[in-house]
Structures are given as C-alpha cells and as structure tokens.
C-alpha cells in the first residue's frame, strides 16, 4: 500500500476560504439586519397597505440573504478541504455578485472588486489543481 500523501494547501485556497466566510458573514448580517427591518415595518399596525407588502418583501429579501449566507458557508468549506464542486459553485457565486454588484453600482463596487479576485484566484493553475480541476503538475526532471 502507498503512503497517503498529505495535499499542501495553497495560499490562494486560504485567501478564498477567507473572503469567502467574509461575504458568508456579511450576507448573514444583512439577512438579520432585513429581519429586524420587517418586524419593525409589521409592528405599526395602523400601517397602510403598501407598508405590510413591503414587509413581507423585506422578510423574504432576509431569507435570500440567510440562504446566501449559508451557501457561502458550504462554499468555503469546500475551499478548505479541496472539493472539485466547490470550483464550480465559487466561480457561479462570483459571477453572480459581480451582476448583483454592478446592478447596485456605486454601493456594490466593493462587491464587484471582491468577486472579480475571487474569480480570479479560481482560475490560477495551483488552485485548480488543489480542486481537482487539472491533473497534478509534474515535477521538473533534472537534466543530467
């Protein structure tokens, strides 16, 4: 049997797992943040109509962000322990907050520039070996 040989972690992996929990843990602010506005917006009963459908939008706009959240989360995960689906769910999730962020231009500008180096990152040769995406590099052979 062959010694099982321990994969070296790159530092690119490190640094998605990083800003990956960071976006996890914005998105999970912003959903409680949406949750706190929606029960503050339902409480006043003598609301208008328009003001409970737009409480109810509030809360399902907290949900996206909860479940976006919990998806970073697992995506990060993946980072960390070297799964191939994490490539693919990673580069989706950038593409999407970079649409999402240039919708929302200016505030999302920051969004944009954090998932343009995520998708970066994902595209680097040791990255995507470390995923499983490319076969192993070989080792150069000495010239005798």
């Excluded at 049997?1 to 912003?30: C, D, H, N, S």
């Excluded at 950038?94 to 180096?117: K, T, Y």
């Amino acid at each position: 049997m062959w010694p099982q040989v321990e994969k070296v972690r790159p530092l690119g992996i490190i640094v998605l797992t990083v800003l990956t929990v960071i976006l996890g843990v914005f998105a999970l602010m912003a959903g409680a943040f949406m949750f706190l506005a929606a029960s503050f917006v339902s409480m006043h009963g003598h609301m208008p109509m328009p003001m409970a459908v737009s409480a109810t939008f509030v809360m399902a706009i907290g949900v996206f962000y909860v479940v976006m959240a919990c998806i970073y989360f697992v995506t990060a995960y993946g980072y960390w322990t070297g799964m191939g689906w994490a490539w693919m769910l990673g580069l989706a999730l950038a593409i999407l907050g970079i649409v999402l962020g240039v919708l929302s231009f200016p505030v999302g500008i920051p969004d944009v520039v954090v998932n343009a180096v995520i998708a970066y990152l994902l595209t680097r040769p040791e990255v995507e070996e470390y995923l499983r995406r490319t076969p192993p590099t070989p080792s150069p052979t000495p010239v005798l």
